[in-house]
């Protein structure tokens, strides 16, 4: 079932986060959004996520650093960056 696969979607630009979230959850996903790295980390130490969508730039931690060493070791996740 799509409803218990967790994609946690970390994105500054609200207009870019509500087009995604809105795709996603039209196929059944269910969404977690964060603003930042910083925010996601938190959220992956609290949630269960099966798969991160981050953005590549954003404020206080970018998705390389959130899908680098310390990211990868919280959550253990697939992480999908987006320019």
Known sequence: MKKEFGI????????QALKL????EQHG???THCQNGLEAMTTL?????????TDWIMPEMDGSELAGP??????????????
């Open 29 to 31: 996903y269910y969404v």
């Open 8 to 15: 946690l979607m970390v994105e500054d630009s609200r207009t």
């Open 70 to 83: 310390s990211g990868n070791m919280i959550s253990g996740n697939m992480f999908i960056l987006s320019c």
């Open 21 to 24: 979230q809105q795709m996603l």
């Open 45 to 53: 130490l609290n949630q269960q996520i099966s798969i991160v969508i």
